[in-house]
């Protein structure tokens, strides 16, 4: 693993296979506004280079508290053509299964800090859509973990029991942070979540038994849409747009000698941009722009797809929950999402614990142009295998053809530690970040730019952020010397004493 993090990181390749979510694609897309022609020595206020959640909620916040600043997003590809747009529209965090690790490294005060903030994360996300009435499938509902491993569901029970009893009385009623229920045998099942016992996937060597179930609150959600509705209250309110633009460098200006500020200048395909301060909502290509990060954020290829059930179908039409499919060393994610005539498409991601060595060969590659054959066997007949044939309801060979609406990749970025670096970084004053989100950004993306605007306008880190998740020299030496290993969150944290 460590010699895949070791892989040059490079820039987002030019011809991306396309999202299912990017259809159809967002007004703004494709949108360079034009600059004056002194662009490159009038320094903007900041310039803002990725245009995903991370980015068009930094710029959102910043706006709403400069709105005379003058701010710019660059981004190499469309708008909003990286992780956020290729996601599998979950807002879910799964807190229990990090919380004892957190606890053991970082303490009690902390984990919950962390805990939280994932929860917060969620509930202000679908609040953020319902306000500014962005018609983007915002709904929270119940999700349920669905666990095929007996070890792996005790340690879930263990972790749960100590989160619980760490938070308030308030926090563990029904649809609160630290609510939990857990379900087990067959009647729930086959009855409540409408789950084969055994998974029937053939890609699967050995017997799979559902074990139980634990459901709580997450939610689902069109990130595309949600993110190119944000972005375009922040173009009303003054954002310059630079679409396929790649960004090649960052470095201190020479035509500009700020008394107050410092200043820099951004190296693209096309032009540079001068700029007071520069943030990094980059994700797993960020190492590309700061190479002393590579191995600390690690490019990392997930793969997604939508599909659709069989015209005999025993499903509820939508599912009323989301879903993640937990086996010893990985899982699933999974969601419904309505489409017309009251039926669905069931959007399915995963399968990096399916392939050798915890799925090395996904790691230090940012190409989301093709996809890996081994993961696109397993999906395609993975919710066959969880839901079982007859739920499913394929009655020939011509529905099976079928199946697969789409499938496509997308890049995340993985830390070693698994936690998020936001703030500005070392030995870089006016270079700021929030990247490294380990597929969890829905969960924390939007309060990591909250915090990152207010840092970055002079404010001190708000107490609900959690420190772990500041950048600092020494976490990154303290990564360097660890090493990185893969994603940490691929299995509970067995921490449960």
């Not at 710029?59 to 990286?82: F, H």
């Not at 490294?105 to 319902?130: C, D, M, P, W």
């Not at 880190?461 to 500041?470: D, Q």
Request: aromatic share 8%.
């Amino acid at each position: 693993m460590e010699s895949r993090a070791r892989i040059p990181v490079g820039p987002p390749v030019a011809n991306p296979l396309p999202s299912y979510w990017q259809h159809p694609k967002s007004p703004l897309a494709n949108v360079i506004e034009p600059e004056v022609d002194d662009a490159a020595t009038t320094p903007y206020t900041h310039a803002i280079i990725g245009s995903g959640i991370s980015g068009t909620m930094i710029a959102y916040n910043l706006l709403k508290t400069q709105p005379n600043a003058r701010v710019i997003m660059i981004e190499a590809r469309e708008i909003c053509s990286g992780a956020t747009g290729r996601n599998g529209g979950h807002t879910k965090a799964a807190s229990y299964r990090s919380y004892l690790a957190h606890v053991e490294e970082l303490g009690k005060e902390e984990a919950l800090k962390i805990a939280r903030l994932e929860y917060a994360n969620i509930v202000e996300t679908h609040q953020l859509a319902k306000e500014l009435e962005i018609k983007c499938e915002s709904e929270m509902c119940t999700t349920v973990d669905v666990i095929y491993d007996e070890e792996t569901l005790e340690k879930g029970k263990l972790a749960i029991e100590a989160l619980q009893a760490d938070t308030t009385a308030e926090e563990k009623e029904a649809g609160e942070m630290a609510w939990y229920q857990l379900h087990t045998g067959r009647e729930a099942a086959i009855n409540e979540f409408h789950v084969a016992m055994q998974n029937a996937n053939p890609a699967i060597k050995k017997e799979e038994h559902a074990h139980g179930m634990i459901e709580y609150m997450a939610g689902r959600i069109h990130a595309y849409r949600f993110t190119t509705g944000v972005l375009q209250e922040c173009v009303k309110m003054g954002l310059i747009l630079c679409t396929n633009t790649t960004v090649h460098s960052i470095s201190p200006s020479d035509q500009l000698q700020l008394s107050d500020h410092p200043s820099y200048t951004i190296r693209t395909s096309h032009n540079p941009i001068a700029t007071q301060t520069v943030i990094l909502a980059t994700n797993g290509y960020t190492p590309y722009l700061l190479p002393s990060l590579q191995a600390a954020i690690v490019p990392m290829r997930g793969q997604i797809t939508a599909q659709r059930p069989g015209p005999a179908s025993k499903l509820p039409s939508p599912l009323v929950s989301t879903y993640s499919f937990i086996y010893r060393n990985g899982y699933e994610y999974m969601i419904p999402r309505p489409i017309d005539n009251g039926k669905q498409h069931i959007i399915i991601g995963g399968g990096l614990g399916r392939l050798p060595e915890f799925g090395a060969s996904e790691y230090g590659t940012v190409d989301d142009a093709s996809l890996n054959p081994t993961v696109s066997t397993y999906l395609r007949e993975s919710l066959v295998g969880y839901f079982g044939a007859e739920n499913w309801g394929e009655t020939n060979q011509d529905d099976a053809s079928q199946r697969i609406v789409q499938e496509w990749p997308g890049i995340m970025g993985a830390t070693a530690d698994g936690r998020p670096f936001v703030g500005q970084f070392p030995g870089m004053r006016g270079v700021w970040m929030s990247a490294g989100f380990n597929g969890h950004g829905m969960v924390l993306c939007l309060m990591s730019a909250e915090a990152l605007a207010r840092m970055l306008l002079g404010e001190e880190k708000p107490e609900w952020f959690p420190k772990s998740f500041l950048i600092s020299g020494e976490r990154l030496d303290g990564l360097q010397k660890k090493g990185f290993g893969g994603r940490v969150d691929m299995s509970v944290s067995d921490t449960a004493k």
